[in-house]
């Protein structure tokens, strides 16, 4: 038999915490609510939270809602879904995670100075669709080294960073990028003064979860990685787990469960992403034990 155990440093982000907490707050208190896509990246979670009566909608939706009540989920918005809400009269119950919420005001002073506004990170993603609407839809916004040639290098930049990327990956960007521009500043989310040595934008929840994700992987002979598929976060602490053990396992739930992985295991650890819920990985651990007991 293995000893199973869940990571303490895993589950919700304090921002993801919030947001949670203020959409069961409104459920509770004024029944049915609708989410602007999904609240979390984690079906499991959307799952339970729409048997209290949260429902998800879309932007094509909320253009043809009047009189309706909309959360704003931590990912954030651009300046033109609060538009569409003032012009439809829907009330924004707004829960957009804080640190989000100054990563946008940031761009939005950069942009307004006019400096070029560079995003790592990925377009498709609901807080990177935010953080370009606050310039206009003018930001750029790469992924790879070889996107580099999309920037024009010879105006004055200011990089930014989605808060759930890779942070040696974005380091390596910014040192690329300051041998390039003559006039970058690398964005800090905590002084007003900025300058290349400045912090990054991505989120010390995410990025301060490497060193001991690290060891709470190393010090077990198996991983099970619980987390929903479409998480950035989840896809870059998955593979922090599987770099440092190779017998790391990325499951949405039990029902992926291979008891095939932990032959010959003594220790079995259960981690996820800032997005899983707590409660998850807890009936992981219990489908994990219960099964073993059974055997």
């Not at 829960?95 to 006019?114: H, L, M, N, S």
């Not at 993603?125 to 290098?153: P, S, W």
């Not at 890779?166 to 800090?188: C, G, M, N, T, Y």
Request: proline letters at 2%; aromatic letters at 8%; charged letters at 25%.
């Amino acid at each position: 038999m293995y000893k199973v155990t869940v990571d303490t440093s895993s589950g919700f982000c304090w921002g993801v915490i919030r947001t949670i907490d203020i959409a069961e707050q409104e459920l509770e208190n004024n029944g049915n609510l609708y989410s602007l896509g999904d609240i979390i990246h984690n079906p499991n979670e959307i799952e339970r939270l729409g048997v209290q009566g949260l429902q998800s909608i879309s932007v094509e939706d909320l253009k043809n809602m009047k009189n309706a009540r909309v959360l704003i989920r931590a990912h954030g918005e651009p300046s033109s879904t609060y538009q569409i809400a003032r012009e439809n009269n829907i009330e924004i119950i707004d829960a957009t995670c804080p640190v989000v919420t100054k990563v946008q005001e940031r761009i939005r002073k950069f942009y307004d100075a006019g400096y070029q506004i560079v995003i790592f990170g990925k377009k498709e993603h609901a807080e990177v669709i935010g953080l370009v609407g606050q310039t206009n839809g003018e930001a750029i916004v790469i992924r790879t080294m070889g996107e580099i040639d999309t920037i024009d290098l010879n105006r004055k930049t200011v990089l930014f960073s989605q808060t759930t990327m890779d942070k040696p990956e974005f380091h390596r960007l910014k040192v690329v990028l300051q041998e390039k521009i003559d006039e970058l500043i690398v964005a800090s989310m905590e002084d007003e003064a900025v300058d290349f040595h400045a912090k990054d934008t991505i989120c010390g929840q995410v990025s301060g979860r490497d060193k001991k994700l690290k060891q709470f992987a190393s010090d077990n002979d198996v991983i099970v990685f619980v987390a929903g598929r479409k998480s950035s976060n989840g896809k870059v602490l998955f593979n922090i787990c599987k770099d440092t053990n190779p017998r790391t396992h990325f499951v949405e739930n039990e029902s992926e469960i291979n008891f095939d992985w932990f032959e010959g295991a003594e220790t079995v650890g259960i981690t996820g992403a800032t997005s899983t819920p707590q409660w998850l990985m807890e009936r992981v651990k219990f489908h994990i034990e219960n099964k073993t007991i059974e055997v």
